[in-house]
């Protein structure tokens, strides 16, 4: 049962265009959400994160929408530069339960120079 | 650098075999997570532990096991390893309950 899903394995935005990356869930009991980036043979970075009371959240070129009735959110990174180019997770745990994150299985995002 | 290590980086092994796992968290955190990521999959949590007792499991299976130590660091052992156990094994770290959780580089578990 996939709780968290990224529809799109795969990514290719130009450079300083916007890369918009989008994440479903299914589990209303889901209260916070996070983004994660992985290089290949490194961990996942810690990127963003949302909390459910809020619809968005900004940091620098990166930014995390999440519209609650849609069980969606996505992230937008603008404007996007090669070093963008990463696989990234959506992840989501409850705040006040079992709080072990159910990760989506990731979209490649490649920017074209 | 996250602050979080785990040893060694890679491992290759025959089925059969068991093998042992490290991971330090960074510094401060209490609360340790063990992840399995197997090809082109997304990560799969294991097992939960906050600050030496286990908090919560995943899909771990009856073969793997897991402690964390007085010092806080980790240990996820492997038993009786299959083909199908060679995977990305990630150990991730937080404060406390719930916070933000900081990834270590990973073992990568080949089974031969």
């Known amino acids: 049962d996939q709780q968290v899903k990224q529809n799109s394995p795969s990514l290719s935005v130009q450079e300083g265009r916007i890369s918009i990356l989008n994440c479903d869930y299914t589990?209303?009991?889901?209260?916070?959400f996070l983004w994660y980036k992985k290089y290949p043979a490194e961990g996942p970075t810690f990127l963003i994160s949302?909390?459910?009371?809020?619809d968005k959240n900004e940091d620098g070129r990166f930014t995390v929408f999440l519209n609650k009735s849609a069980k969606h959110l996505s992230l937008h990174i603008v404007p996007s530069q090669p070093g963008d180019s990463a696989v990234y997770f959506c992840?989501?745990?409850?705040?006040?339960?079992?709080?072990?994150?159910?990760f989506g299985t990731g979209t490649r995002l490649t920017i074209i120079p | 650098d996250s602050g979080v290590t785990q040893t060694p980086k890679h491992l290759i092994t025959a089925t059969g075999q068991r093998v042992t796992l490290r991971c330090s968290p960074r510094?401060?955190?209490?609360?340790v997570y063990w992840y399995q990521q197997s090809l082109d999959q997304g990560l799969q949590f294991l097992i939960q532990?906050?600050?030496?007792?286990?908090?919560a499991k995943g899909n771990i299976l009856e073969r793997f096991s897991a402690q964390q130590f007085p010092d806080l660091h980790s240990e996820l052992n492997l038993s009786s390893l299959e083909l199908g156990d060679s995977a990305l094994y990630f150990c991730?770290?937080?404060?406390?309950?719930?916070?933000?959780?900081?990834f270590g580089p990973g073992t990568r578990l080949t089974v031969l």
């Open positions: 589990n209303s009991m889901f209260d916070y």
């Open positions: 992840a989501a745990n409850r705040v006040f339960g079992n709080e072990k994150l159910t």
């Open positions: 510094s401060g955190d209490l609360s």
């Open positions: 991730a770290s937080s404060v406390g309950l719930p916070d933000t959780q900081y």
């Open positions: 949302i909390s459910s009371i809020k």
């Open positions: 532990y906050y600050n030496g007792e286990e908090r």
